[in-house]
């Protein structure tokens, strides 16, 4: 089967970098995806690795080391709309299932 | 591009009743589509994965009769709850991936939350 890792929860304030962990377990490995989620609404995609190395989209960036089984999402500059619960995924099986992790709550203070 | 949408987005029904959910893909094809489940402050966990012309397949856990599902065309999957009770109420979302997409990408549905009284 498979299983993910990643902190539960992470505050910081306005204008800050965070990073949030995530390590996993799984057969038949294709990608590591992160989704942000806000409060009563559904996922929305923000990166995808398929390759190790860093991907950057805007104040957002993510990693994937998959010799490590390891990787993270980095936020830069941080808002308070970015308060929100951060998924990462793998992609594996013959139809690219998404397994989620638990979820980050992150929370940016003023 | 890649917009998944869902109908209803709520939905109060009796127990004992059936609910059908739409998924479609508004400017893609979607030979596969997914079925999530969200409870409250959890994780979205995979129901099932929807193939269009075939049976979907279901996780483990999942009951097939319960929850029917139909892929009926390349852009449409339905989701049908049948004789909802109390503990089916939750958030489900649907999911398509465009597949042409070097990322295998899956694009969300904004969910439907159901509640059995």
């Known amino acids: 089967g498979q299983s993910l890792e990643q902190p539960s929860e992470v505050t910081a304030v306005e204008g800050a970098i965070v990073q949030i962990n995530c390590t996993y377990q799984t057969s038949g490995f294709y990608g590591l995806s992160w989704y942000q989620q806000h409060d009563g609404g559904a996922p929305t995609f923000l990166s995808y690795n398929a390759l190790d190395g860093l991907e950057e989209t805007g104040r957002f960036s993510s990693f994937l080391s998959r010799s490590d089984s390891y990787g993270y999402l980095l936020l830069q500059e941080l808002q308070m709309k970015d308060s929100a619960s951060y998924f990462c995924?793998?992609?594996?099986?013959?139809?690219?299932?998404?397994?989620f992790g638990s979820g980050t709550q992150l929370t940016v203070l003023p | 591009g890649a917009v998944v949408s869902q109908h209803p987005s709520w939905v109060i029904c009796k127990s004992g009743t059936s609910v059908k959910i739409e998924c479609r893909s508004l400017d893609f094809q979607a030979t596969t589509m997914f079925w999530y489940r969200q409870f409250p402050k959890q994780s979205l966990m995979l129901m099932a994965t929807s193939n269009e012309g075939s049976k979907a397949t279901y996780e483990q856990g999942v009951e097939k009769d319960k929850f029917l599902i139909n892929h009926a065309s390349l852009t449409l999957s339905t989701l049908t709850v049948t004789s909802a009770h109390p503990e089916d109420s939750s958030f489900y979302i649907c999911?398509?991936?465009?597949?042409?997409?070097?990322?295998?990408?899956?694009?969300f549905g904004p969910g439907t939350r159901l509640l059995v009284l």
């Open positions: 995924a793998v992609s594996s099986g013959s139809a690219r299932q998404l397994t």
């Open positions: 999911s398509a991936e465009p597949g042409h997409q070097f990322q295998e990408t899956q694009y």
